[in-house]
C-alpha cells in the first residue's frame, strides 16, 4: 500500500531533518521553525519527529552540532597545513581563512542564528551550556594550533585565540542583526591590522 506523502518515512532521516532546519531558519527565520512545520516541508510526520529528537530545543541543539562538525571540516585543512609548513610567509592569510570560516556569511546565516537563539536559552539549560563550551572549545584548540603554527613568534597564542574570538563573536552578532557583508569585511580588516604588526 502507497502511503501518502504527509506519512512517509524518511531515509538517512537525522541528516534531512538537519539539513531541512537549517533551510529553514535561512528562509524563513528560526520562530518559524516548529516541528510540524519541519514535518510538513519534509513530507514526514510530526511523530517521526519526536522519535529522532524529542524536543525543538534537542533539535535545535543537534542542528547547531551536525552544522559545527561540517564547520570543524572546512577549518581542519587551514590549520594542517599552517602546521605542515611552520613559520609560513602567509602567516596572516591563513588567520584570514580561519576567520572567513567563524564568521557569518551574512545576515541570515542560519548557522549564527542557531548560536544566538542558543546562546539566549543556555543560562536556563545546563544541556546548552555544556554544548557551547564544548564547541567553544573545540573552535579554541584549533585556532591556537593555527596561530602557533601560522605566527610562532606571537607570544601569547591561548589569549590571542580568546581574544579574537571574542572579537569575532562581537562582529558575528552586528552581521546577522543587519551589518551583513560589509561588517563581515570590516571583521576581516580588524583581524588583519590586529595581527599583522604581530607577525
Not at 587551514?78 to 545576515?107: C, H, T, W
Not at 579554541?140 to 607570544?155: C, E, F, G, I, W
Request: aromatic share 8%; hydrophobic share 40%.
Amino acid at each position: 500500500m502507497t502511503q501518502t506523502r504527509a506519512h512517509r518515512r524518511l531515509e538517512r532521516p537525522r541528516e534531512q531533518v538537519l539539513v531541512a532546519a537549517l533551510e529553514m531558519i535561512a528562509d524563513q527565520g528560526l520562530a518559524r521553525v516548529t516541528m510540524a512545520s519541519l514535518a510538513r516541508r519534509l513530507g514526514t510526520s510530526g511523530g517521526h519527529l519526536l522519535y529522532y529528537f524529542g524536543t525543538r530545543n534537542h533539535l535545535l541543539l543537534e542542528t547547531l552540532r551536525w552544522s559545527e562538525k561540517g564547520f570543524a571540516d572546512q577549518r581542519r585543512p587551514i590549520v594542517d597545513s599552517a602546521e605542515q609548513q611552520r613559520k609560513n610567509q602567509q602567516g596572516v592569510e591563513a588567520m584570514l581563512a580561519f576567520a572567513k570560516v567563524y564568521l557569518p556569511v551574512g545576515d541570515r546565516d542560519p548557522r549564527w542564528l542557531l548560536w544566538l537563539e542558543l546562546w539566549a536559552r543556555a543560562p536556563h539549560d545546563p544541556e546548552l551550556i555544556a554544548a557551547q563550551h564544548g564547541l567553544d572549545e573545540e573552535w579554541h584548540a584549533d585556532l591556537v594550533r593555527l596561530l602557533s603554527s601560522a605566527l610562532p613568534d606571537l607570544r601569547d597564542p591561548q589569549g590571542t585565540s580568546t581574544r579574537l574570538r571574542a572579537m569575532w563573536d562581537g562582529f558575528a552578532m552586528a552581521i546577522v542583526t543587519g551589518g551583513g557583508l560589509a561588517t563581515r569585511g570590516q571583521a576581516l580588516e580588524h583581524t588583519r591590522s590586529l595581527l599583522a604588526p604581530q607577525y
